[in-house]
């Protein structure tokens, strides 16, 4: 499949990319794994994220010390549902020209102990940068992993920053 055949501008939204994941566990542990910043750092190449999390709030992703992944604002928070956040990727030049995009997370409960994850990254440019979406998969594989089995996906990518730095450690 070609990259003109999975993005496409959709209702003004800009192009987009959507992942949708299940995962056996609960909204409120899903909730916790993507604001906590220690348990992101074990599912999102090492990086972790710090925030405040309330509406209209900064965050920020990184390695202290190593690189700047990302920072952004909080547009929508709704735990353990939706979490709505601007997005501007800072880890190359070329990605920094991408400039502000969107991401909404949307937890879903299905059956009696899982629940439906999907991840919308939207408002990016017609010839978006695919670096800005292409560990989308890696992360929520490693996301799936740590929370239904307790361990860290092992995958190079998955590792890249493991052990660069200490979060809150600055």
Not at 41 to 58: A, H, L, M, N, P
Not at 86 to 111: C, H, M, N, Q, Y
Not at 148 to 170: F, I, K, R, V
Request: charged fraction near 25%; charge should be negative.
């Amino acid at each position: 499949m070609t990259d003109e055949q999975l993005y496409a501008v959709v209702g003004g939204r800009g192009t987009l990319t959507a992942f949708e994941i299940y995962i056996k566990t609960s909204p409120e542990r899903l909730w916790e794994a993507i604001t906590d910043g220690e348990m992101r750092k074990r599912y999102s190449f090492g990086v972790g994220v710090e925030s405040d999390w309330t509406q209209g709030s900064e965050y920020r992703a990184g390695v202290p010390g190593v690189v700047d992944i990302s920072r952004g604002e909080n547009v929508e928070v709704d735990p353990p549902r939706r979490l709505v956040q601007t997005f501007t990727a800072l880890w190359s030049e070329d990605v920094k020209r991408e400039g502000t995009t969107r991401v909404t997370w949307e937890i879903e409960p299905v059956g009696d102990d899982s629940c439906r994850l999907q991840v919308t990254h939207d408002q990016m440019g017609d010839d978006a940068n695919s670096q800005l979406f292409g560990g989308w998969m890696m992360i929520l594989s490693g996301l799936k992993t740590l929370l239904e089995t307790g361990d860290d996906l092992t995958t190079p990518g998955s590792l890249m920053y493991a052990n660069a730095g200490n979060w809150g450690g600055e």
